[in-house]
């Protein structure tokens, strides 16, 4: 009896003053990123970074792309479909993500009347704060086109203990893109919302030399899964509430949770690199140095 209230006291004490800390240092309250946020997380850059580097290699375009997909304890299935740069696109992704330490997917499907593929391999670690989502050999490609890019990507995921949620940033990327000669840098803000389970993701990829633009993918979509009810309702549409025989949030143990979202692109303006700028800048100084010089 005593032994037990001891412990109580010891273990609440703990989390008062864990609970004092985050207040005094003005951290962020962190925990460990739950299984199922991982799956998540991976699906939603893999499906993202794609998209991105879709339009680099097509020209920047408005577009809103549909994504569905079902999340299990061992994988995700997932469909994008819609019409970018006047082509449909419809591409299947299958990921296995049964062990988050060796996660891996693939992408099938078309682009107009080109052959879609995509692949790509993922771990992922939780120290303590904070955990690290690493994607590498990623590979994009049409089968007449050839390689719309390619690489790697770290990205930092935090569990929000203060604010109820999941945030999500690049650490670290590279990202080829053969057709422009060039690469992308690219940053990313993710947000879960653990209330509602709603989510938006906004990331911008800069071309880092060649011409140099800039492009945001937005996305914006919502978790949920099914209640017993019989008989079992159809998915609703992104735009319209959830009814009843469905809950917001991921499904328990051995369940299947649902992701909706719409993705699109919000093209910038294209400029020349700054050392373009800056080379031409310096040849009018020169020029008007020796006609100074001259006179």
């Given at each position: 009896?005593?032994?037990?209230?001891?412990?109580?006291?010891?273990?609440?004490?703990?989390?008062?003053?864990?609970?004092?800390?985050?207040?005094i240092t003005d951290d962020v309250c962190a925990a460990l990123i739950p299984a199922?946020?991982?799956?998540?997380?991976?699906?939603?850059?893999?499906?993202?970074?794609?998209?991105?580097?879709?339009?680099?290699?097509?020209?920047?375009?408005?577009?809103?792309?549909?994504?569905?997909?079902?999340?299990?304890?061992?994988?995700?299935?997932?469909?994008?479909?819609?019409?970018?740069?006047?082509?449909?696109?419809?591409?299947?992704?299958?990921?296995?993500?049964?062990?988050?330490?060796?996660?891996?997917?693939?992408?099938?499907?078309?682009?107009?009347?080109?052959?879609?593929?995509?692949?790509?391999?993922?771990?992922?670690?939780?120290?303590?704060?904070?955990?690290?989502?690493?994607?590498?050999?990623?590979?994009?490609?049409?089968?007449?086109?050839?390689?719309?890019?390619?690489?790697?990507?770290?990205?930092?995921?935090?569990?929000?203990?203060?604010?109820?949620?999941?945030?999500?940033?690049?650490?670290?990327?590279?990202?080829?893109?053969?057709?422009?000669?060039?690469?992308?840098?690219?940053?990313?803000?993710?947000?879960?919302?653990?209330?509602?389970?709603?989510?938006?993701?906004?990331?911008?990829?800069?071309?880092?030399?060649?011409?140099?633009?800039?492009?945001?993918?937005?996305?914006?979509?919502?978790?949920?899964?099914?209640?017993?009810?019989?008989?079992?309702?159809p998915i609703p549409p992104p735009w319209q509430p959830l009814g009843p025989g469905?809950?917001e949030g991921f499904a328990g143990p051995g369940g299947t949770t649902f992701n909706?979202?719409?993705?699109?692109?919000?093209?910038?303006?294209?400029?020349?690199?700054?050392?373009?700028?800056?080379?031409?800048?310096?040849?009018?100084?020169?020029?008007?140095?020796?006609?100074?010089?001259?006179?």
């Open positions: 009896m005593y032994f037990r209230r001891d412990a109580l006291r010891f273990f609440g004490a703990l989390a008062i003053l864990g609970a004092a800390l985050c207040v199922n946020e991982v799956r998540f997380s991976l699906e939603n850059v893999v499906v993202d970074t794609e998209f991105a580097l879709l339009t680099s290699f097509v020209g920047q375009t408005s577009g809103v792309l549909n994504y569905f997909s079902e999340i299990t304890d061992t994988g995700w299935t997932g469909n994008v479909t819609g019409t970018y740069a006047g082509r449909n696109l419809d591409v299947t992704y299958i990921g296995n993500t049964a062990d988050l330490s060796s996660m891996s997917w693939f992408g099938i499907g078309t682009f107009g009347s080109e052959t879609w593929s995509s692949s790509g391999t993922a771990s992922f670690t939780d120290p303590p704060l904070e955990g690290i989502l690493d994607l590498k050999n990623m590979q994009v490609g049409l089968s007449v086109s050839g390689s719309i890019g390619a690489g790697s990507i770290t990205v930092k995921l935090i569990k929000d203990l203060d604010d109820q949620e999941l945030i999500g940033s690049v650490a670290v990327s590279a990202l080829d893109v053969p057709v422009l000669g060039s690469a992308l840098e690219k940053e990313l803000s993710l947000t879960l919302k653990q209330t509602d389970f709603s989510y938006t993701s906004r990331e911008k990829y800069t071309v880092l030399f060649g011409w140099a633009s800039r492009t945001d993918v937005v996305n914006s979509g919502r978790l949920f899964h099914r209640v017993p009810r019989v008989p079992p309702p469905f809950e909706q979202m719409q993705v699109q692109a919000v093209p910038e303006p294209s400029s020349f690199i700054t050392w373009g700028v800056g080379t031409f800048v310096l040849l009018g100084y020169g020029r008007r140095r020796r006609g100074k010089v001259a006179a």
